[in-house]
């Protein structure tokens, strides 16, 4: 498994990872549904998350793209007002009313819901590509990531819109601090995870 820092060249392959790791995501898939079942709007929807984290470089790749781990560092913000522009842009195009309501909305539940306890780095989005689900690639991502964070003295956040994946992010040391609902339904489930410098075992 090769790591390194994501550079502005690899955003295409990135993008692409992101739209067909979170295309069926409990959370992300209904939301970004187009009425006719396409996708090819997704890439472009998820690009300026990754440039707006390229900024900081703090976007991590393995094997030149099939998993990503893509970080915010503490003080820093997710995206500039133009990349977050261009987001919305692909919502206001491709997506129905009450899609383009719940985007919004769960922006502002993540922002709400977000703690402020101590400098942390926040985890905005961890995919791997569907061709090399099951190799654990992203789990070794996210804990070599964790831990040199933690060597500097920084927790670490994340919000889990899959149920299925908080059990991997607690072999990392996360645990539940919380947690919120999907906006397009009220029912499905985000937790919201905290990561001390020292995490301690139950």
Do not use: C, K
Not at 104 to 126: C, D, I, N, T, V
Request: aromatic share 10%; no cysteine.
């Amino acid at each position: 498994m090769h790591v390194r820092l994501a550079t502005a060249a690899d955003v295409p392959v990135i993008a692409e990872t992101l739209a067909l790791a979170f295309a069926d995501d409990p959370i992300w898939g209904p939301i970004l549904r187009r009425a006719d079942g396409s996708r090819e709007h997704l890439p472009g929807f998820w690009a300026p998350f990754v440039e707006g984290a390229l900024r900081h470089r703090t976007v991590w790749i393995v094997d030149d793209g099939v998993a990503v781990a893509v970080w915010i560092p503490p003080g820093g913000t997710e995206m500039s007002d133009e990349q977050f522009a261009r987001a919305q842009a692909v919502v206001d195009e491709h997506l129905d009313d009450a899609r383009r309501a719940a985007f919004g909305e769960l922006m502002e539940r993540f922002e709400a819901e977000h703690p402020h306890p101590a400098p942390h780095f926040y985890l905005s989005l961890l995919a791997t590509h569907p061709s090399r689900r099951g190799e654990g690639l992203a789990q070794q991502l996210l804990a070599a990531n964790v831990e040199e964070f933690a060597a500097d003295g920084f927790a670490a956040y994340l919000e889990s819109t899959n149920p299925e994946n908080n059990r991997r992010y607690e072999r990392a040391g996360f645990r539940i601090v919380g947690g919120f609902v999907s906006p397009l339904d009220e029912r499905s489930p985000i937790a919201t995870m905290w990561r001390p410098v020292t995490p301690t075992d139950d």
